[in-house]
């Protein structure tokens, strides 16, 4: 059984990087075909998708983050990170890992438990 946990700040200060780490066990980050998602809530909205990277290490971002948003693993670690620059108290949510078998949306089919991210001075 594939397991997602989520791990960083749960404060972060504005403009500052926001870097949060997914570490996955029961299954390895580079089986075909699977990608791995990280997704946010913030509070009373929709669940949105951020971004993924694929087994292969191909990385998809949503164009409304792309221009501040990295995602990277560490394949040896069995990891994944989410970078996100110059964040803004907006950025305020529960922030997910997932896997899923589609790209560029939020459907999952194992999830980390969430982590709160709060973007405050």
């Known amino acids: 059984q594939v397991q997602l946990q989520e791990s960083g700040p749960g404060l972060v200060k504005p403009s500052q990087t926001l870097s949060l780490t997914c570490t996955v066990s029961g299954g390895s980050i580079t089986t075909n075909f699977y990608s791995w998602k990280w997704l946010r809530q913030p ?35 069995n990891q994944f990170t989410l970078q996100l620059r110059s964040v803004t108290p907006e950025d305020t949510a529960v922030y997910y890992c997932a896997r899923g078998s589609t790209i560029a949306d939020d ?4 999830r980390g438990q969430g982590t709160q991210v709060t973007v405050s001075s």
């Open 43 to 77: 509070p009373g909205k929709a669940l949105e998708w951020m971004g993924t990277i694929r087994y292969s290490g191909v990385t998809y971002y949503s164009p409304s983050l792309k221009s501040r948003t990295s995602i990277s693993r560490d394949t040896s670690k």
């Open 107 to 110: 459907t999952w089919d194992h």
